[in-house]
């Protein structure tokens, strides 16, 4: 058999594992447009921030992909699919599949702005090669703009506050990580991010044309009007699936790459897709959508290659869940954070610099934000996952959940084999 993938971040190389697991034998060829073998796209910011080294962003160390006969192929772009001849065009090569997976993942999405295409120092944040360049320009001397205040722009701006001697934030939402954050703890973590990090936020607001001296953007108008010196620009407010190739194949795409959900077979039947190029299911609320997650990527690669070797892994379901910090501040959430309607409602306790508020659907937990109070992670996370019905429990989660609040069968049967190894 030969498989052939397409990206190499974590959904593509989860994909070859999942192959190898099955078949031991098999033709497995990586490409990927990147000039690396798969690295940790997460570490990115901790690269900029100095904290952390190239080699230690490899998720794997080149001598495991000699060992299980995985030919990783960098620095170059497939440019077309042939589903007829079944064979993948790169560069000057054709490379021939039995079983193909799409792990294309996504691509900086650059809202309209006038005088900015082109500039020499305006970067997106999206992989380890814009971290390098930025990394390079920036020094102590310079005053930085990033659009987009969520969790790509974020983290770029928290990395440039260590560098840079000014770091402005625009973002069109009236609140600061407006994805993985409900109004009020929103709040909170600005505050504590003004303060830790310096970092000075323009909320409700955007930019739209930008001046410039030659190739050089030297500031930013905004939307209301105002003006922002700038010797650097980061676009950082949001990605779009990779589907190009997909579409010039023929494949079923609406936004993303439309799979089957519990296989990752596309459209047609050799071809499969996973991670941040695929439309996923959110099993909380039915919705069909990007979940644009390493820990998504990572199943969705796993199963993709079982099931193109022969296995039977499926996808049991997917949700959104986030782990990160900013300067210290240890934010966790997961599921429905921004449900509302009937049937939903929730909890909150504050406590000091800790946050906990928990999201509940009839008698279902189906979402959590915590701020400083992650040491119960494992065990909400469980119950969204396992759908837990908590007349089933004893006491109250909102304090300090424990298994012993749920008799023997529960915790045997839906509260432990977390498909997501989240420790319980």
Request: glycine share 10%; aromatic share 6%; charged share 25%.
């Amino acid at each position: 058999m030969k498989y052939v993938i397409i990206g190499a971040c974590a959904a593509g190389l989860a994909t070859a594992q999942g192959i190898r697991k099955n078949d031991k034998q098999g033709e497995i060829t990586i490409i990927t447009m990147e000039d690396y073998l798969p690295y940790s796209r997460p570490s990115i910011s901790y690269y900029l921030k100095g904290t952390v080294t190239q080699d230690s962003m490899l998720l794997k160390k080149p001598s495991y992909y000699r060992d299980n006969k995985i030919n990783v192929i960098t620095g170059t772009r497939v440019t077309a699919i042939d589903v007829e001849n079944k064979t993948v065009k790169a560069g000057r090569k054709s490379f021939p599949y039995d079983k193909l997976c799409l792990a294309t993942g996504s691509v900086p999405f650059i809202p309209p702005m006038k005088n900015v295409e082109g500039k020499s120092n305006v970067f997106t944040f999206l992989d380890f090669a814009s971290a390098k360049a930025l990394g390079k320009y920036a020094d102590k001397d310079k005053r930085a703009v990033v659009v987009g205040g969520g969790l790509i722009g974020m983290k770029a701006a928290e990395g440039l506050s260590k560098i840079c001697k000014k770091v402005d934030v625009v973002e069109l939402s009236p609140r600061i990580l407006p994805s993985i954050l409900d109004e009020k703890s929103s709040k909170a973590v600005k505050k504590y991010v003004e303060k830790e990090g310096g970092i000075k936020f323009h909320l409700s607001d955007t930019v739209v044309e930008a001046r410039s001296q030659g190739k050089r953007v030297t500031s930013v108008m905004l939307k209301n009007g105002g003006e922002l010196k700038c010797d650097l620009l980061v676009i950082a407010v949001g990605v779009r699936p990779s589907v190009d190739l997909a579409e010039k194949a023929g494949l079923s795409v609406n936004r993303g790459i439309i799979t089957d959900n519990a296989t990752m077979q596309t459209s047609n039947s050799d071809i499969y897709a996973c991670g941040d190029c695929r439309v996923s299911t959110d099993m909380l609320d039915g919705s069909k959508r990007i979940i644009a997650l390493w820990p998504n990527a990572v199943e969705q690669g796993l199963v993709a290659g079982s099931q193109m070797s022969g296995g039977t892994d499926i996808i049991n379901g997917s949700y959104a869940v986030n782990a990160i910090d900013f300067y210290g501040l240890r934010i966790c959430t997961c599921g429905l954070i921004n449900a509302t309607g009937e049937g939903y409602k929730d909890k909150i306790i504050r406590n000091g610099d800790q946050y906990k508020r928990l999201i509940f659907e009839d008698n279902k937990l189906v979402g959590y934000v915590l701020i400083n109070s992650s040491s119960n992670a494992g065990i909400y996370t469980s119950l969204i996952a396992n759908r837990v019905d908590l007349g089933e429990i004893q006491g109250d989660i909102m304090e300090s959940p424990s298994l012993f609040m749920f008799d023997k069968a529960v915790r045997t049967t839906k509260l432990t084999g977390n498909e997501r190894g989240v420790s319980l």
